[in-house]
C-alpha cells in the first residue's frame, strides 16, 4: 500500500466552529507533514511528525493544532479559522530519519479542500 | 540559502509536441531532487527523482537528469498528450532536513 489518504475531501466551516482533518498511510513511514497549499501556489510547510514527536512547527498560528495519536495518524484541529485559511490542506510522508533523509522521498495525499466562511 | 527557479509558465503546446521545462536549484551539500505534478483537484504526485549528479529520472516518458555542473533539473517530454495537462512542480530536499524546497510551479496546457 503505497497510498496516503486524507478525510474529509472537502470541508466548510465557520470561523466559529472546530473541525478536524485525517490523514493516514500503512507504508511505514515515521515522518508525516501537513502542507498548505494556496492556488496557484506551491505548497507550505506548516508542520513535520518525526516519530510521532512534533519536530517541525513553521510558525503556524495556535488556530492550527496538529495531533500524532500514532505512527500511521496525523490530525490537524483547526479552531477559530479566518476566510484567508481558505486553501488545499496536504497530508505527506516518508521514510523515517535512521535513512538517509537526502533520499527524503515524500509521498503526498489527496488533500482536503478547506473553505472558512 | 537554498532555492529552486522553474520557468515561468502558462506552457501552451499541441499534442505530440515535445516539452521542456526547466528547472534550476542552489543548495548547500549534496540534495536530492523531484518533479511532481499536480493534477487539478488532486494532491501532488511522484514524477520521477534523482538523488545524486548524473542520474536519470524517468517514469511515463517523462525524463530529467542531474547536472551539478549546470545546477539543473530539467523535465523533458518527446511527445505530450492532452492528459499531461497539470502543474508541474520541481523539489529539492537537502540531507539532514526534513524539508522541501518547491519551485513556483509551472502550468502545462495541451491542446488536441
Known amino acids: 500500500d503505497t497510498e496516503v489518504t486524507q478525510t474529509p475531501k472537502h470541508l466548510v466551516m465557520g470561523m466559529t466552529n472546530k473541525k478536524s482533518l485525517k490523514c493516514e498511510q500503512h507504508?511505514?513511514?515515521?515522518?508525516m507533514y501537513w502542507y498548505k497549499q494556496k492556488a496557484k501556489k506551491p505548497p507550505e510547510l506548516m508542520f513535520v511528525?518525526?516519530?510521532?514527536?512534533?519536530?517541525i512547527n513553521e510558525s503556524v498560528p495556535s488556530r492550527f493544532s496538529p495531533e500524532c495519536p500514532n505512527s500511521s495518524l496525523l490530525n490537524l484541529h483547526l479552531h477559530a479559522l479566518q476566510p484567508e485559511d481558505s486553501a488545499l490542506y496536504l497530508c505527506?510522508?516518508?521514510?523515517?530519519?535512521?535513512?538517509?533523509?537526502?533520499?527524503?522521498?515524500?509521498?503526498f495525499g489527496p488533500g482536503t479542500r478547506l473553505t472558512v466562511l | 540559502g537554498d532555492s529552486v527557479t522553474q520557468m515561468e509558465g502558462p506552457v501552451t503546446l499541441s499534442e505530440e509536441a515535445f516539452l521542456t521545462i526547466n528547472c534550476t536549484y542552489t543548495?548547500?551539500?549534496?540534495?536530492?531532487l523531484f518533479w511532481y505534478v499536480q493534477y487539478p483537484g488532486e494532491g501532488l504526485q511522484l514524477l520521477l527523482k534523482?538523488?545524486?549528479?548524473?542520474d536519470k529520472g524517468s517514469n511515463k516518458g517523462f525524463e530529467a537528469t542531474y547536472r551539478k555542473e549546470t545546477t539543473s533539473f530539467h523535465l523533458e517530454k518527446g511527445s505530450v498528450q492532452v492528459s499531461d495537462s497539470a502543474v508541474y512542480f520541481c523539489?529539492?530536499?537537502?540531507?539532514?532536513?526534513?524539508?522541501?524546497?518547491f519551485g513556483t510551479g509551472t502550468r502545462l496546457k495541451v491542446l488536441a
Open positions: 505527506a510522508s516518508s521514510q523515517g530519519p535512521e535513512l538517509a533523509v537526502s533520499y527524503n522521498e515524500q509521498f
Open positions: 507504508m511505514g513511514h515515521r515522518a
Open positions: 511528525y518525526s516519530y510521532e514527536k512534533l519536530s
Open positions: 543548495a548547500t551539500g549534496y540534495p536530492s
Open positions: 534523482a538523488t545524486k549528479a548524473d
Open positions: 523539489a529539492l530536499s537537502v540531507g539532514g532536513t526534513y524539508k522541501y524546497i
